[in-house]
């Protein structure tokens, strides 16, 4: 291995550390207001869809660039998933040398899959790609929520057996960059006079991309980890510009019709994702959503349970998706939402949660107060707490909490010693004076 291919192996491995660093920084707030997962492909495109031009499609286009020129950069280097497959991979590499070798397939199925669900994204719901993205997986583990520790074990289990097999046969993100990379500029390519086809390149790869008979690197599903660089010893490997003349594109007829059917089941699941999105969960009573969030229906198809808001709430009263409740909500049994926080509209890189300003959030309608006068033993402590200072009252009488000014933090359910106050579900957030 060379000095510039050395230089490339280390560069990918220090990205990768510092990205999974920024992620782990992140849901303990202390990065933000750096918006690291802003730069996360499947949040980027939610975020995109939903809020229109802005940051979020300019990334989008720089990925896009990025992976043309050179290849799968991101799923080597910025997937906070994609690091957690390779220090398994590290741990496991003692497995591995008593397997014998066999080159990995390449399926279909990641297309198949890919095609459905940003089928339904486009439909307008994400509910279904945001339990395979490798983001909010990784977000619903480090946050110990249980369907991400459940994915990570079963992920765990996959890559003991098949390495990275997720990055090039399931994952959607992977599916999108693959097809671009296809056609990248930059390749690895394998040199037929140096090769002494010794296998340590195709044992290396984590993706099962070489073909060391052939001598074939399947630039479709390399992540660019530039691993068999690092193992061929005989200088067989290099990383850039194609040498020969470029093969002119052509489709064949399988290609086309396979083509052909994953746009229309693309078509279909964008159909399904028309009519899903319509359907709201109004079997769930007393949903109570963060600030920006809007109404249930909305919300419920855009966020993509990352729980980087639950991470990054300081009263810790937004809960994570359960299966009640099957998105991120507030609950008001412990604690109360802080007047002068918004730090969920701030960290939120869907747009599920709309960046609210302090003042827009603290104008904000989520819920309403409403006083219990069976209960309540007009102590007055619900008056001196409000942070708005709009509850009314009168020596001897009930507290009288204003519906158009409440905005529903909760504050003063929260001192209430009797219990007397409820704070019940809007239909959806308004903006108040």
Do not use: W
Request: aromatic share 12%; proline share 4%.
């Amino acid at each position: 291995m060379n000095k510039n291919q050395k230089f490339l192996l280390i560069m990918r491995k220090l990205v990768a550390v510092f990205v999974v660093l920024l992620c782990v920084f992140a849901f303990f707030y202390k990065i933000y207001p750096l918006p690291i997962f802003n730069f996360q492909f499947v949040a980027a495109l939610q975020s995109s869809l939903v809020l229109g031009f802005g940051s979020s499609i300019v990334f989008l286009v720089l990925v896009a660039v990025l992976t043309f020129l050179f290849g799968r950069v991101y799923c080597g280097a910025l997937c906070p998933l994609g690091l957690y497959q390779e220090l398994l991979m590290i741990l496991f590499k003692p497995f591995y040398k008593k397997r014998k070798f066999k080159t990995q397939e390449h399926y279909i199925l990641a297309y198949v899959l890919a095609a459905i669900l940003y089928g339904f994204l486009f439909g307008g719901t994400v509910v279904f790609l945001r339990m395979f993205d490798p983001y909010s997986v990784a977000g619903n583990a480090l946050s110990g929520a249980a369907f991400g520790l459940v994915f990570f074990l079963v992920l765990t289990v996959l890559v003991f057996f098949k390495k990275r097999f997720f990055c090039t046969n399931i994952c959607p993100v992977g599916a999108v960059l693959g097809l671009i990379s296809r056609f990248s500029l930059f390749k690895i390519r394998i040199d037929t006079d140096k090769c002494k086809m010794c296998t340590l390149c195709a044992r290396s790869c984590p993706c099962g991309s070489i073909d060391f008979r052939n001598h074939n690197v399947n630039n479709e599903t390399c992540i660019k980890c530039f691993e068999c660089l690092a193992h061929c010893n005989h200088g067989a490997l290099c990383y850039g510009l194609p040498k020969a003349k470029k093969v002119k594109f052509s489709v064949g007829r399988r290609e086309f019709i396979k083509a052909g059917l994953l746009f229309a089941l693309f078509g279909a699941a964008c159909k399904g994702g028309i009519e899903f999105s319509k359907k709201t969960y109004s079997k769930i009573k007393n949903v109570i959503l963060p600030a920006g969030a809007g109404c249930v229906e909305d919300f419920s198809n855009r966020c993509l349970n990352c729980n980087l808001c639950v991470k990054n709430c300081p009263m810790k009263v937004l809960e994570p998706a359960s299966f009640d409740i099957p998105y991120v909500h507030i609950n008001y049994k412990n604690n109360f939402c802080k007047y002068n926080c918004h730090r969920c509209c701030q960290v939120c890189p869907s747009g599920a949660i709309e960046h609210l300003t302090l003042v827009e959030k603290q104008k904000t309608k989520i819920a309403t107060a409403v006083v219990n006068e069976d209960v309540c033993i007009k102590c007055g402590l619900c008056v001196l707490e409000c942070p708005r200072q709009i509850i009314i009252k009168e020596n001897g009488l009930f507290p009288i909490i204003p519906y158009d000014e409440c905005i529903g933090c909760g504050s003063c359910a929260s001192v209430c010693p009797a219990k007397a106050i409820n704070i019940e579900q809007v239909q959806k957030q308004i903006t108040i004076s």
